[in-house]
């Protein structure tokens, strides 16, 4: 037996390829020769790889915490139930305090004066700068003409002289 032969019976031993009655002659063989320490280290060795190879029984791996989603999916909706009736009643106080700070009786605007050299300020009796009875104020206040917001030109209302316009 050469030595190519020998080596590749060995590696076919460790690696339970072999049938057993020739794995018995293999094992026979090299104990009367130097190529048992050969044979030992290759059953090491595929020992040594099957056991890396073998799946072991792992710790238990946690699961999925669903019930702390859901209680996180619940604080969440109540924080943001909570923030928006908080806007809503600061919003309702807002308009309960400016609806009370106006004067509930009376005429908002002062009468204006009969002498023309005389004016009285666009503020006169109002409250809120902001509102609707200040522009009103201001509108009463300016002088202007009524002027029409737009004109309507056409090429039909063009004078002709001649022919050409």
Request: with cysteine; hydrophobic share 45%; aromatic share 4%.
């Amino acid at each position: 037996m050469n030595e190519q032969t020998l080596e590749r019976l060995i590696i076919d031993e460790a690696l339970g390829a072999l049938p057993p009655d020739v794995g018995e002659l293999l094992a026979a063989y090299c104990a009367n020769t130097t190529h048992e320490r050969e044979r030992q280290e290759w059953q090491r060795l595929t020992l040594t790889a099957r056991e890396a190879l073998q799946p072991r029984a792992t710790e238990a791996i946690p699961v999925f915490p669903v019930q702390a989603v859901r209680v996180l999916r619940f604080r969440r909706t109540a924080v943001m139930a909570l923030s928006a009736a908080a806007a809503l009643l600061f919003g309702i106080g807002i308009g309960v305090h400016l609806h009370l700070a106006q004067p509930s009786a009376g005429p908002v605007l002062a009468a204006q004066p009969t002498n023309a050299s005389v004016v009285a300020p666009a503020t006169a009796g109002v409250l809120d700068i902001w509102s609707s009875n200040r522009l009103l104020a201001v509108a009463l206040e300016s002088k202007r003409e009524a002027q029409p917001q737009w004109r309507w030109s056409s090429p039909v209302d063009q004078p002709q002289i001649g022919g050409v316009r």
